[in-house]
């Protein structure tokens, strides 16, 4: 008759908490990396905006240009950024691949994706309606 501890360590065993655990920690990162974008990207389009459209009335601002060309380097980097993650995301994966296949359909890497559009989205703007 087989024991309880017979049981744990056959479930143990088919559970790779590891794997699990490596997993777990990539979809963080990638989550952290998503926030910095976000970060960069909504602080650079908020420059961006602020200068180009409202201006600001009663200041003036040596270099003229220097704000818009900060805010467009925001929205730069977090493009990039976010497109880093995604590149290591997906290394992450396809290094577990031997152990477990994981589709790449998942929850952090669709959100980073819609991100990245949308980055690449608001460069294309501003370089379009800078230049």
Not at 1 to 12: F, G, I, K, W
Not at 33 to 59: A, C, D, R
Request: proline residues 3%.
């Amino acid at each position: 008759m087989p024991r309880l501890h017979d049981y744990a360590e056959t479930s143990a065993e088919s559970v790779n908490l590891g794997l699990i655990n490596i997993k777990m920690a990539a979809d963080r990162t990638l989550m952290a990396w998503t926030g910095m974008s976000l970060s960069l990207l909504s602080f650079g389009f908020v420059i961006y905006k602020i200068f180009t459209e409202n201006g600001v009335e009663g200041v003036v601002i040596r270099g003229g240009n220097t704000p818009l060309i900060v805010g467009a380097y925001l929205i730069v980097s977090g493009t990039l950024a976010i497109l880093m993650g995604i590149g290591a995301y997906v290394q992450t994966l396809r290094q577990l691949r031997p152990l477990r296949r994981f589709g790449l359909v998942q929850p952090a890497l669709v959100l980073a994706s819609l991100m990245a559009i949308l980055g690449v989205c608001l460069c294309i703007g501003t370089a379009i309606r800078r230049f």
